[in-house]
Structure formats: C-alpha cells, structure tokens
C-alpha cells in the first residue's frame, strides 16, 4: 500500500511540473491498487451476499381489474323540467360521472382508512398451519433480512433502557377520543401493521385495467391477500355508489314531497275558489278561476315530473353494483418472486467496482491537496 502511495504522489507531482494529467500514468497507477479495488469489491459483494442470504423468501401474486363507468340517472326528464320550475338541475349534478375518479383508485388502496378493514382480516400460513390475522402476521410471524434488525438495534436498546427507567407507558384513554368518522386513531402495533401492509400491495392503473400486486412469504398467503384487497374494494366501491344513489333519492323524495304539498294547497284554492264564486257570471272571476287553473297545471307537471324521477332512483339504488369487473383472478405463484439472487448478486458486485474505484479517486483527490497545500 505504501508503495503505491508513493508512486500516486510520484505521479501527482510530475503531473503539477508538467500541468497536464498523462492518462496512461493515471491508468498505471490506479491499476496498481488492482488488490485494494478487489478487496473493497469483495467486501461490498460480501455485505450483499449476507443481505441476500437472510433476505425472506416472498411470493407475488397478480390480480386484474377492470374499471367500468356506471351509467347515471336519465336527465332529459329532468332537464325538462328545470325549463318549467325554473329548478335548474335540481342539484343533482351531472349523473353520468363517474361516484370515484379511476385515477384515485390507486391512491385509495394506500390510504389508512381502507387499509385498517385489512388488519384483521385471515390467511392461511403453512408455517403455523393455521389461519392468522394480517395484524399478527405483521407484528409476530413477518421475516427481515439481517440489516433491518442491525439498524433497528440502537432503537430498540434506546426504547428498552428508557423503558426500564421510566416505567410503563400509559396507553391513552380512547374513550374520550370523539368517535367522528373523519378522526382515525391508531395503537402503534396498528400503524406499523398498516405501514407494512402498504409495502406489501402495488397498485397500478393501466388504462381501463386496475393491476393489484401482493406479496407475502407463502404462496397461498399471497394470493389470498390478494383476494381480500379485491374483494374489499369492491365492496368499498358499491358503498360510494349506493351512497351518492341514495343522496339523490333523497332529494328527489323531498322535491317530490313538496311538490305534492303545493298541488294539494293549489287545487284546494282552486276549489274554494269555485265553491264561492258559483252561479257568478263575470269575467274578472273567470280571469281569475283560469289564473288557478294554471297554477294547479304548472304544480301537477312538476309533481308528475318528481314522482317518475323519484321511481326512476329507486330503481337505480337497488340496481347500484360496483365500478370493477374481475379481469383476471388471483392465482396462487409457485416461483419465488423475491430475492432476485443473480440480478442482486451482479448488482452487489457493480456496485463494490465502483465503490472501490471512487475510493482510490478519493485518495488521489486527498493526496492532490496535501502535496498542494505541503507545497505552499
């Protein structure tokens, strides 16, 4: 090593009394710390041969999706009607759109709100020969490779002394917590249970087709996670569906129900009006009783309108299905996904190359500047 110094500063100052870099030079000189690139090469490829052999073995399990739009309520009626009452379009906004942008769709699978109905959910592990839940597979069965229990290592000694000196630490009372539907509270078990779930499940959007990836240690674990996200998101979408199908039923019922008011309260004046002025000839009564006439017709449209929307939800509400179609299902791997020995194993070997390469740089950039500054 030290003779190869010597012949780094040997090269540094001819090139300096030259000012110019002679590349076959630099080329002799790095290649004569051939041993040390090795070295370091071996060593970093070693550091990834340890991660590679304590790295879990992991399944990956494809599933696809395919997004339909759901046809909306029919408008024309309605928009008929909003010429007549002057109602515009009821509020209702535009029924052909989609409940959830498809776009969103991948964003919601990686959301903690879906993912907590996961937790607790069952597969099935060859290893303990029983059904457990995500949460438990989580926090007591999941596998690491070495480094993730290296650089856990400080924390955890950390928590555990400061543990030991501070006693137990109180668990907040959930009970005084509001139980409103946009509030979401965690224990840490749960939130690291969903933090790894999210690095378990791939979500991408491919045009019209939704691809869902999981991975778990076992093949069957895999495919039946796999199952359960698909199986929850529908569901979750039907709920959006039926939701906003509702909230229009809704409106369209109160419009209905109104309107019927206002019939009954236009054709009892009407009537009234009738009973009265009987066996009265006159036009200013005449005028008048067509004037009625023309408000109980104006009312009675608009009512009729609203009953044949408010049937035409109710159908829509017991017809609401969900956006997905399953294009193709789940099927249990049988080749591991996960290490990719050889890719990694290549990739691990590069990279010690030029680790090893950019050290000798560096020491060439060090001793530039100590031969610089020794100089001045």
């Given at each position: ?37 090795l ?7 070693s ?13 990956s399990?494809t ?12 408008n ?16 209702l906004?535009d ?38 839940t ?18 856990r ?11 030991s ?83 229009n ?17 236009t ?31 104006l ?17 829509k ?37 030029i680790?090893?390469?950019?050290f000798?740089?560096?020491?060439l950039?060090y ?10």
């Amino acid at each position: 090593m030290k003779g190869n110094i010597k012949e780094l500063d040997v090269f540094i100052l001819k090139s300096l009394k030259q000012e110019e870099v002679n590349l076959k030079a630099l080329i002799k000189v790095v290649f004569g710390f051939k041993k040390w690139i090795l070295l370091i090469t071996l060593f970093v490829f070693s550091l990834g041969l340890l991660y590679l052999i304590t790295a879990p073995t992991e399944y990956s399990t494809t599933s696809k999706l395919l997004m339909e739009q759901p046809a909306g309520l029919n408008n024309k009626a309605l928009g008929g009607l909003a010429s007549i009452s002057g109602l515009g379009n009821l509020g209702l906004g535009d029924q052909n759109s989609e409940a959830l942008p498809a776009e969103l769709i991948p964003e919601l699978l990686m959301e903690s709100d879906f993912l907590k109905n996961l937790m607790y959910e069952n597969v099935y592990l060859e290893e303990v020969q029983d059904s457990i839940t995500l949460f438990d597979f989580v926090n007591e069965y999941e596998k690491h490779h070495f480094y993730f229990y290296l650089l856990r290592l400080p924390s955890l000694v950390k928590s555990t002394l400061f543990s030991s000196e501070q006693g137990p630490m109180a668990i907040p009372d959930k009970t005084n917590i509001p139980k409103e539907r946009n509030i979401l509270s965690f224990e840490p078990a749960e939130r690291k249970t969903i933090s790894q779930l999210k690095k378990r499940i791939v979500v991408e959007k491919e045009e019209r087709l939704l691809v869902i990836q999981t991975k778990m240690h076992e093949s069957l674990a895999s495919a039946m996670l796999n199952d359960i996200l698909v199986r929850h998101l529908k569901e979750y979408l039907t709920d959006i569906i039926l939701e906003k199908e509702l909230k229009n039923f809704n409106f369209i019922k109160e419009r209905t129900e109104e309107a019927k008011i206002r019939v009954e309260k236009t054709q009892n004046s009407l009537a009234k009006f009738r009973d009265s002025n009987r066996g009265i000839n006159s036009q200013l009564v005449k005028t008048e009783e067509d004037r009625l006439q023309s408000d109980f017709n104006l009312e009675f449209n608009v009512y009729n309108s609203l009953a044949q929307q408010l049937e035409q939800s109710r159908i829509k509400v017991q017809e609401a299905r969900p956006l997905l179609t399953i294009f193709q299902k789940p099927q249990v791997p049988i080749i591991p996904s996960e290490p990719k020995y050889l890719l990694l194993g290549i990739a691990f070997l590069f990279l010690g190359g030029i680790i090893g390469f950019l050290f000798i740089f560096g020491l060439l950039v060090y001793r530039l500047l100590k031969v610089h500054f020794s100089d001045d």
